[in-house]
């Protein structure tokens, strides 16, 4: 299973960005994919999850800005990032759970996309 992640990149605080998740590769049934994010010298922190049944959690600190959704036709996942604020610069990974053709579950993660919020 193979992640490809984009949307990233440099906006003024109040701003908006969406990133977007693509999975591909032999991913038979995904569970789960969610977004984290690492500030710098910080650990890597869940920000949103949505599941293969559309249950959805979104980390306090993002609740009411960001919102995740998915195009499961498409095997991707987004997050629209609105309102966006200094504290918000991470890089941002998405990640992906679930169980291949053959039974084996996995759990991959993408290759990480900045996100800077400055003026």
């Known amino acids: 299973v193979q992640l490809q992640a984009s949307g990233g990149g440099l906006v003024q605080p109040g701003g908006s960005l969406r990133l977007s998740c693509t999975a591909s590769g032999s991913i038979g049934t995904i569970i789960g994919m969610s977004w984290y994010r690492q500030p710098p010298g910080k650990q890597r922190r869940l920000v949103a999850v949505?599941?293969?049944?559309?249950?959805?959690n979104i980390a306090d600190s993002v609740k009411g800005r960001f919102t995740i959704s998915r195009d499961t036709a498409k095997n991707t996942v987004y997050l629209q990032m609105n309102n966006l604020k200094p504290e918000d610069t991470a890089v941002y990974y998405c990640?992906?759970?679930?169980?291949?053709?053959?039974?084996?579950?996995?759990?991959?993660w993408g290759q990480g996309t900045q996100v800077t919020v400055s003026s």
């Open positions: 990640n992906v759970d679930g169980e291949d053709p053959w039974g084996t579950e996995y759990d991959y």
């Open positions: 949505i599941t293969n049944d559309d249950v959805i």
